[in-house]
Nanobody, 122 residues
Framework: QVQLVESGGGLVQAGDSLRLSCVVS????????MGWFRQAPGKEREFVST????????DYADSVKGRFTISRDNAKNTVYLQMNSLKPEDTAVYYC???????????????WGQGTQVTVSS
């Protein structure tokens, strides 16, 4: 059983930074690609970023490119999402997910965390 636990969310002001963490347990973390998705109130969940198992490939949604950075520490079974220059439209519940390969599609991920709330005030 693979478990993912996100942390690091909170209430911040526009322009501030946050770093989300997602700790994975239960299987070999280094064999999974990881992704971050988010769901704003009244909207569908959307892709934010992904990183390959080898850390050699990353991808970002256009809306966060240049502001967010995904990284992973296989020794700590943890994936991070550094979020800079936050905007009110970044307000959402952020989910991490694990899957066999890096992808921007939800269906490619078999394991999901419970989510962490990020609220950005203007």
């Amino acid at each position: 059983q693979v478990q993912l636990v996100e942390s690091g969310g909170g209430l911040v002001q526009a322009g501030d930074s946050l770093r989300l963490s997602c700790v994975v347990s239960g299987r070999t973390f280094s064999s999974y690609a990881m992704g971050w998705f988010r769901q704003a109130p009244g909207k569908e969940r959307e892709f934010v970023s992904t990183i390959s198992w080898s850390d050699s490939s990353t991808d970002y949604a256009d809306s966060v490119k240049g502001r967010f950075t995904i990284s992973r520490d296989n020794a700590k079974n943890t994936v991070y999402l550094q979020m800079n220059s936050l905007k009110p439209e970044d307000t959402a519940v952020y989910y991490c997910a694990a899957g066999p390969f890096d992808s921007s599609y939800e269906a490619d991920y078999g394991y999901w965390g419970q989510g962490t709330q990020v609220t950005v005030s203007s």
